[in-house]
């Protein structure tokens, strides 16, 4: 089978894999659609934390199930997902029931190869069924549970302003779930293209350019004097993540999905003062999937809004690097495999 590896930063070769044999407590899946996330792209610019290469990325899938063993109400030929964190199932976390940071945690295309391939093995145990979604929704699920894994993690209340910062496919997707939860969404990034996205496809009524002048003044106004009660990172970005600490209402929580390799640094006394929270935001959970199928089958959200940009399989080694710029308006680009 062909797979399309990153051999280095920087770098991919198509290359010739052996297709996966059917193992004990394993699926096969034959994948159909990839999206290129966050994770993907800064491993192929090198800044991905917790990477080493070679390696074969991708890890928001769908495809088809074509063989399983242990796999309980499922049928081959099924339109399918699956929970692309491989956990050990016995350390703290998860008898915590945090699978989502095991402590031996096996992230699909990040510390083993991912699904840039015809086919993928998976353990039966983290299968998500395809309830009658398109191969292009159940690929998007994933990042969309990231972003409501971290709502949750916030515990959004009805009414109250939260602001997201990053308008990639992750923050998003956190927009949209924070909407569903029934909070305020302000939508803060750089890339005046992105923010007006947000607008016409989003409704998000409140928009702030993070270079424009007097950022919290913009903030006190829109949440009359307040400040946001939530602050959620989606960018990954260490500026970014340091600034966002003044932008707190006090008594305000403030979740990480963004990853990033710097240290953190911010006034002890701001923070102290204003009794914050300040949380990780890792992964997700099956809860979380499901709430993601769920909101899609409700037609609460559509994903598929968020595909700029298409390519087959073939051709991903030669447009990728250009879904870095983000001049090109990438939002989200999805692979289509035969």
């Avoid at 069924?129 to 949750?152: K, Y």
């Amino acid at each position: 089978m062909k797979t399309l590896v990153c051999t280095e930063p920087g770098q991919f070769e198509y290359s010739q894999g052996v297709k996966p044999a059917l193992t004990e407590g394993q699926a096969i899946i034959k994948i159909k659609r990839i999206g290129i996330c966050g994770t993907d792209l800064h491993a192929f610019e090198g800044t991905q934390p917790f990477f080493s290469y070679p390696r074969i990325l991708g890890h928001e899938l769908a495809g088809e199930l074509v063989e399983f063993d242990n796999a309980p109400g499922f049928e081959v030929g099924e339109a399918v997902t699956f929970i692309p964190y491989f956990n050990c199932g016995t350390c703290i976390a998860c008898r915590s029931g945090k699978p989502n940071c095991c402590t031996q945690i096996k992230v699909c295309g990040v510390h083993v190869h991912g699904g840039m391939a015809e086919y993928l093995s998976v353990p039966s145990h983290t299968l998500i069924h395809g309830e009658g979604l398109s191969f292009d929704e159940l690929a998007l699920v994933e990042p969309l549970a990231i972003g409501a894994h971290g709502v949750r993690r916030a515990d959004v209340n009805k009414d109250e302003f939260v602001l997201v910062i990053g308008a990639g496919p992750i923050g998003l997707g956190t927009m949209e779930f924070v909407r569903i939860a029934g909070g305020k969404v302000i939508a803060l990034d750089i890339n005046d293209q992105r923010l007006r996205f947000c607008k016409d496809k989003l409704n998000i009524a409140h928009t702030v350019n993070a270079l424009s002048e007097n950022v919290t003044g913009q903030l006190l106004e829109i949440t009359n004097g307040d400040m946001p009660t939530v602050v959620i990172d989606a960018t990954g970005s260490l500026k970014a993540i340091n600034d966002a600490f003044q932008y707190m209402a006090h008594g305000a929580r403030y979740v990480l999905i963004g990853l990033q390799k710097g240290e953190i640094c911010f006034s002890h006394p701001e923070f102290h003062k204003r009794e914050a929270t300040l949380m990780s935001s890792r992964n997700a959970t099956r809860t979380d999937f499901e709430h993601v199928i769920a909101s899609m089958k409700n037609k609460e959200v559509d994903p598929t809004t968020y595909i700029t940009h298409r390519v087959v399989f073939e051709d991903v080694k030669a447009e990728f690097e250009q879904w870095l710029n983000p001049a090109n308006g990438v939002i989200k680009a999805m692979v289509e495999v035969n």
